[in-house]
């Protein structure tokens, strides 16, 4: 059974960093497409990184500059180290194996996912 695991989340001032990983399991990686996504109280889930078997990047424009997703394939595990946070930043992050690539990482392009990890950015 494939499982996500994400780990990182936690609470820091704005302006501050973390690192986001998150643990495949029962899965190997290494040809998929793996993304991160953030769901915010009251909105919708979005996308908000995503990379490719060959490392290609793909963000949303809030990130950009900001967040960099990276993945280890030997780990079988996928990172997003995330820089100079915002309120607006505050979400619960997912990750997610994807079978389609895309600008903005879609909802409907994966199919498995972690049960998520909270960041909270406070001023």
């Known amino acids: 059974q494939v499982q996500l695991v994400e780990l990182g989340g936690g609470s820091v001032q704005a302006g501050g960093s973390l690192r986001l990983s998150c643990a495949v399991w029962e899965y190997p990686i290494s040809r998929h497409i793996l993304g991160w996504f953030r769901q915010a109280p009251g909105k919708e889930r979005e996308g908000v990184a995503a990379i490719d078997s060959d490392g290609v990047s793909s963000y949303a424009d809030f990130v950009k500059g900001r967040f960099i997703i990276s993945r280890d394939n030997a780990d079988n595990t996928l990172y997003l180290q995330m820089n100079n946070l915002q309120i607006e930043d505050t979400a619960t992050y997912y990750c997610?194996?994807?079978?389609?690539?895309?600008?903005?990482?879609?909802?409907?392009?994966?199919?498995?996912w972690g049960q998520g990890t909270q960041v909270t950015v406070s001023s």
């Open positions: 997610a194996v994807g079978r389609r690539m895309s600008g903005v990482p879609l909802n409907d392009d994966y199919n498995y």
